[in-house]
């Protein structure tokens, strides 16, 4: 099998959508596995649908045919054709049986999509990755969701080497075989698509746990992982706990097989995969362990247990039709896993990481060259449109649903969805109609926000009458053109709000309300507030109720207040961040002090203030990142952004004041433990902040307990902060430390990432030499997705001073890795070429360079995947 597929011309549309002609009832699959050479037969029992005549066509990658028969009989070699990439048959009819043999080639399989190896040759073991169209490279089938299917599926193996055999769904036998050989089967009484496939088999240990669920169900959870790592698992196991009783008890979902298998890999292309009882891992959302792994990535395990978990139901149970559909389950399950995070740890930081990672990730994508809408209209490479857009901005589309039936409407109307979609492949628009019909309501309009590319820009405007003490708020809203749609149309855009007194104070609505939410349904509408008893400062957009650019002429003393009294912890942090950007600006522009002083000075008082949660406190502190602050400009210079970043931090610390920040600093530290606890993630969070500032008024002293910091951490945040603080002001300790870790850490993979990733975040020109060397390192390699996040993704996607040199260097380099890894894995290549977003707004020098670079890797023989990305990077 190559993983160079040849380039396609000619999209899929969604317009195009027909349904299937041929549908598969049941399937059984035998499979002799090999981790060169696997053999897999399969029994397709197929039905027609009598209204369609078109011979039977099916799905088939670089699969190797060895034999194939219909209805018991060997086909002769004029009743079937397998070319590009479709087997059609001949003579095939309603309750035909077809069975095929075929090989495939697991460990020559680098792309990563089908079946593949994870690992050596001599230790690794065989899986499978089928989302979105992995099972073609299996074997024969109608690959696409809305081909529900019973599978019945049997591995047989060598037992020395591959012990551990595993397929989704209940087991039903297990036994010995000649030679050494054993054999085990698996029934998935659940008609499933074929993306939810998979298999598992090789040395592996586990951690196995009892559960009963609430309707009555005994389940064993069982996870799987390599012997050196099954360690690691035990967070996993509770954290998986949890997101079953929460789903439970929030939207009444149970699992539904006898067993739940979990399986960690290091080769991986995505973060987890949700296979109908075999949920495969990135080892890197599951593994964890105290010495290795950081606070945030706690959460990410937490969370991404949760979202493959909440699958079962939002994409297994109702699936979705087509991949147009693909935020029908994604969105809904991001949406699911944010409420689950949220109530396990703090909502409101839970709300600010969300809105964060939706503007760094995706307003970024709405806006440039590969804007889509969360339901795209056409794609050429499927597993181009796993994006921000469809995850993130799907998963606020269906918070603005949420929020507009309530909770007890919204619970009613998935339960409606849930009942009537169960065993469908379903689409965005049942998924509205059920939410709209268990509500009486009308939920259509919000149909066009799932068309239309393009972050909204919402403008408000209040004008208060102390006569009448009435105060209005005119809201205006406008979308920008994105490709291939020019002209944009008015969105509803629910505007959650309240009213702010001079001393801070709420000031009560007519109806006694504290908060209100109103739909702006037109390009402008006005709203009245009656018995308004001062001027107020507005809190719009709380909690951030729609994904929208919001734009208020605010004073900075309003934002100050705001940023102290808000009620909504989100908009705390959401005026702090508008203080930001505007004392970013008056730097930038020359334009005066008057929005710094108020940002520096407002923080530095809260800095000691009581009660206040030192993690919030930390995102306080933090201003809008450089990818951020690049968005608001044209002519974007990198290298000046950052610059500016480090002086707007640097005016802040000092307004809080070098004493002050090694007096909390020191507290922070003596404080210090281990524990998981959110106090304790809470204080590390704020220490690596108050570090970070320190670092940038005296540098000797931050450095030097940075350095001490490394030495004694008893964390990985802690250790991994100091490193990071060291590594990036360039410290004289930072080589030390570097070398001390790589030590402490070499036989573990995940750590090791974090290695690779701290030295690409070095800012400015020194990077490039940087990841150069790094990529020289006998550890480094482009088979490994994660490897390659790391060192590559980290520079080129979250590093824009390091990425974007003004000599280009950076885009010819990142262009020639591209070519490379193109060659080997298509998905993860096309996912780096992402880093060129936004090139055309790039400072001309720049601009020209990266142009260049792009183009003259469009003009070479690239995967679908990459084409795509490049191709479109060069029309926007
Ligand atoms: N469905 C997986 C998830 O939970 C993502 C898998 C996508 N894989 C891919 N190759 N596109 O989000
Ligand atoms: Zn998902």
């Not at 959508?17 to 009832?25: E, F, H, L, N, Q």
């Not at 193996?157 to 054999?183: K, Q, T």
Request: hydrophobic share 40%; net charge negative; charged share 25%.
């Amino acid at each position: 099998m190559t993983a160079r597929d040849e380039q396609s011309p000619s999209p899929i549309r969604l317009a195009d959508y027909r349904p299937p002609a041929w549908t598969v009832s049941q399937i059984e699959l035998e499979f002799d596995l090999g981790i060169d050479s696997t053999e897999v037969r399969s029994r397709l029992h197929l039905r027609r649908d009598p209204a369609q005549h078109v011979p039977l066509r099916l799905d088939g990658e670089g699969l190797e045919l060895i034999a194939i028969t219909l209805d018991g009989q060997p086909l002769d070699a004029h009743a079937y054709r397998y070319q590009d990439e479709v087997l059609e048959v001949e003579g095939a009819s309603d309750d035909s049986v077809l069975e095929t043999r075929v090989r495939v080639r697991p460990a020559a399989n680098t792309a990563l999509e089908g079946l593949y190896l994870s690992g050596s040759r001599e230790q690794g073991f065989l899986l499978t990755q089928c989302e979105a169209e992995g099972f073609r490279h299996v074997t024969f089938f109608p690959d696409r969701p809305d081909v529900l299917a019973r599978y019945s599926v049997t591995l047989r193996a060598d037992r020395a080497r591959f012990p551990v055999l595993l397929a989704g769904g209940n087991p039903a036998g297990a036994g010995e075989l000649p030679d050494g050989r054993h054999w085990a089967r698996f029934v998935d009484p659940y008609p499933k698509p074929s993306y939810l496939f998979a298999l598992v088999a090789g040395r592996l240990e586990k951690i196995e746990r009892g559960y009963r669920t609430a309707d009555g169900r005994d389940v064993k959870l069982v996870i799987w992982a390599e012997p050196d790592v099954i360690d690691c698992c035990g967070y996993a196991m509770d954290a998986l706990e949890r997101a079953m009783r929460w789903d439970e008890r929030a939207y009444g979902r149970n699992f539904d097989l006898d067993v739940f298998h979990v399986v960690a890999t290091h080769d991986f292309n995505m973060g987890a995969m949700e296979n109908k009882g075999l949920n495969i891992f990135n080892a890197k959302y599951l593994l964890a362990d105290p010495d290795t792994t950081t606070d945030d990535e706690y959460r990410g395990v937490e969370a991404v247990i949760g979202h493959e978990y909440f699958h079962n139901w939002s994409g297994n149970r109702v699936t979705c039709r087509d991949w147009f559909q693909l935020s029908l389950k994604e969105g809904l399950t991001v949406f699911r896993e944010q409420q689950f995070s949220a109530d396990m740890n703090s909502a409101p930081l839970k709300r600010i990481d969300d809105v964060a990672l939706l503007r760094r990730a995706q307003f970024p994508e709405d806006a440039g060259p590969l804007a889509h809408p969360v339901r795209p209209s056409q794609y050429s490479e499927i597993n181009n449109f796993y994006t921000a857009t469809v995850y993130e901005k799907g998963a606020e589309l269906v918070r603005m649903l949420a929020g507009r039936l309530g909770s007890e409407g919204f619970r009613r109307g998935m339960d409606l969805y849930f009942d009537r979609n169960d065993g469908r492949a379903a689409t965005l628009e049942d998924f509205l109609a059920a939410l709209g019909s268990a509500n009486g309501i009308d939920l259509s309009p919000y149909l066009a926000w799932y068309a239309q590319a393009g972050t909204p820009q919402l403008s408000a405007a209040g004008r208060y009458d102390a006569a009448t003490r009435s105060y209005t708020l005119t809201l205006r809203q406008h979308t920008p053109a994105t490709p291939g749609q020019p002209d944009k149309r008015a969105l509803p855009i629910p505007v959650k709000l309240a009213l702010f007194g001079p001393d801070g104070r709420m000031l009560p609505l007519h109806d006694g309300a504290a908060e209100q939410v109103v739909v702006l349904e037109q390009d402008e509408q006005s709203f009245v507030f009656p018995g308004i008893e001062h001027a107020p400062v507005p809190s719009l957009l709380r909690g951030f109720s729609a994904p929208v650019i919001l734009d208020y002429a605010y004073a900075p003393a309003e934002l100050a207040l705001l940023l102290t009294h808000d009620t909504d912890g989100f908009n705390r942090w959401e005026a702090a961040q508008q203080l930001a950007w505007r004392a970013y600006a008056e730097l930038r522009d020359g334009s005066g002090h008057e929005a710094l002083s108020v940002w520096g000075d407002t923080l530095a008082g809260l800095f000691d203030q009581d009660g206040l949660d030192p993690a919030l406190l930390a995102d306080l502190l933090t201003p809008p990142g450089e990818v951020e602050l690049a968005e608001r400009e044209t002519d974007v210079d990198p290298a000046r952004i950052h610059a500016l970043r480090q002086a707007l931090q640097r005016e802040l610390a000092a307004r809080i004041g070098a004493h002050v920040l090694a007096g909390r600093y020191r507290t922070l530290e003596a404080q210090a433990s281990d524990a998981l606890d959110a106090a304790s993630q809470a204080q590390r969070r704020l220490r690596r902040r108050v570090l970070e500032l320190l670092v940038l008024l005296d540098a000797a002293k931050a450095q030097a307990l940075a350095a001490a910091q490394f030495d004694r951490a008893a964390t990985m945040t802690d250790r991994l902060a100091a490193l990071a603080v060291l590594v990036r002001s360039g410290a004289p300790q930072a080589a030390e430390a570097l070398e001390r870790y790589r030590t402490r850490h070499a036989g573990n993979a995940l750590a090791l990432d974090k290695w690779f990733a701290v030295q690409a975040q070095i800012p400015g020109e020194p990077a490039l030499a940087r990841v150069r060397t790094l990529q020289a390192n006998p550890k480094f390699t482009l088979k490994n997705p994660n490897r390659v996040q790391a060192l590559l993704g980290t520079w080129a996607r979250g590093n824009p001073s390091g990425f974007h040199r003004v000599d280009g260097e950076g885009y010819r380099f990142l262009a020639a890795r591209l070519a490379e890894l193109d060659a080997l894995n298509p998905q993860v290549a096309a996912r780096l070429a992402t880093a060129f977003n936004g090139w055309q707004r790039l400072e001309p020098a720049r601009r020209e360079q990266a142009r260049a670079a792009v183009a003259e890797l469009a003009g070479r023989r690239l995967s679908r995947n990459l084409a795509e990305i490049v191709g479109n990077m060069l029309k926007g």
